[in-house]
């Protein structure tokens, strides 16, 4: 098993990939030459060695709902394996060229996403705070100035920040 500081060590060899440190000690690593929305390949690489890698277009790993495999328990091998496999499969999207989504979808999507309450500020036990904010059609969670996550509805960025222990401020 690898500690943090190898985890990052081997993410940094890649030129490809962009360190982004986001809230909390943690870090990911954004792959902006996607063919696909999808841009994150590393997230929360954690102080604890815990962390995640995107898998989601790869057949032969079991992830979780949003695509990812944990790799607290890689060896430098299987996770250089993993991030080759990742960085090629994002880098061809075999849909790009022949599929253009229909008017309709497009104008349906983002009014999915706002069906719900709007953003504000989320704060934990520890006093730490993140930022929801609806923009571009995404919800974003920002630590101060840095993108922490970004997801397609406001339930998925509301689970996620309950998940991660933050509640909604109340206005005083």
């Keep these: 098993m690898l500690n943090v500081e190898q ?5 940094q060899s890649y030129p490809q990939l962009q360190r982004k440190d986001v809230s909390l000690g943690r870090v990911n690593f954004h ?6 929305d999808k841009k994150i390949v590393a997230l929360h690489i954690h102080p604890n060695g815990n962390g995640y890698i995107y898998a989601g277009l790869l057949p032969d790993y079991e992830t979780d709902a949003k695509g ?26 075999p849909n790009s060229v022949e599929f253009e989504e229909p008017e309709q979808v497009k104008a349906v999507a983002p009014a999915l996403s706002t069906t719900s309450t709007g953003g504000g500020t989320w704060v934990d036990e520890d006093g730490h705070t993140l930022t929801l904010k609806y923009e571009d059609d995404m919800w974003y969670v920002y630590s101060g100035v840095n993108l922490d996550m970004a997801f ?15 509640k909604p401020q109340t206005q005083a």
Excluded: C, P, W
Aim: no cysteine; charged share 35%.
């Design 68 to 93: 990812f495999v944990n790799i607290r328990d890689y060896s430098e091998a299987d996770l250089r394996t993993l991030l080759d496999e990742t960085i090629q499969a994002m880098s061809h999207n």
């Design 152 to 166: 397609e509805t406001r339930s998925e960025a509301g689970e996620y920040l309950k998940d991660e222990g933050f």
């Design 31 to 36: 792959y902006e030459d996607s063919a696909y």
């Design 7 to 11: 985890k990052l060590e081997v993410l």
